[in-house]
């Protein structure tokens, strides 16, 4: 159990260096204009995608597996809230791979500064997942 949990943190810490960098990589492409730094920026974003849903995908096989060896985690309401979070992160991971695609058709409408706020959208729910995980309030 607590080599699965090591391996959980391992691939959380891997999901959301992704998490935090590619929108940032959005905040930036959003305001490029010369078509040098653009296509870097569409490898550097397909990249760190792809890297990020190992570490996405990862995560749920450990979390999943742990529910598995000791399905008692099921029935207490951290889990369940987190789980309910965990769904809005990776709805969250999908809406990126839409935006990695619309950058890569050079189809992007939105500004730098609605990616700024986009941004801020994972530290809120890694500040409220970790709390639940951790502390185990309830
Ligand atoms: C399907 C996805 C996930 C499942 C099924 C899952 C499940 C679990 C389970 C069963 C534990 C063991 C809890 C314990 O023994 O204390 C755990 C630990 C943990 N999880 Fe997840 N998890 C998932 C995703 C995530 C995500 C996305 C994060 C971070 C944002 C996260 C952060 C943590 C942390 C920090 C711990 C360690 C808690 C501790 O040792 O006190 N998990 N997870």
Redesign the pocket.
């Known amino acids: 159990?607590l080599w699965?949990?090591a391996f959980?943190?391992i691939a959380?810490v891997t999901?959301?260096a992704g998490l935090f960098y590619l929108p940032r990589l959005y905040v930036y492409h959003a305001d490029t204009v010369d078509s040098i730094s653009i296509e870097r920026f569409k490898i550097m974003e397909r990249r760190l995608f792809g890297i990020m849903t190992i570490g996405?995908a990862a995560?749920?096989v450990?979390?999943?597996a742990?529910?598995l060896?000791?399905p008692l985690?099921l029935t207490m309401g951290w889990?369940r809230i987190?789980?309910s979070?965990?769904?809005l992160?990776?709805a969250y991971h999908g809406y990126c791979y839409k935006l990695v695609r619309d950058f890569a058709e050079d189809r992007n409408t939105r500004s730098a500064k609605w990616y700024r706020l986009f941004n801020e959208v994972p530290s809120l729910?890694?500040i409220a997942?970790?709390l639940l995980?951790?502390?185990?309030p309830f």
């Open positions: 159990m699965l949990k959980h943190v959380v999901w959301f996405a995560s749920v450990f979390g999943v742990m529910l060896t000791a985690y889990l987190k789980l979070l965990v769904l992160l990776i729910l890694l997942i970790v995980a951790v502390v185990k």
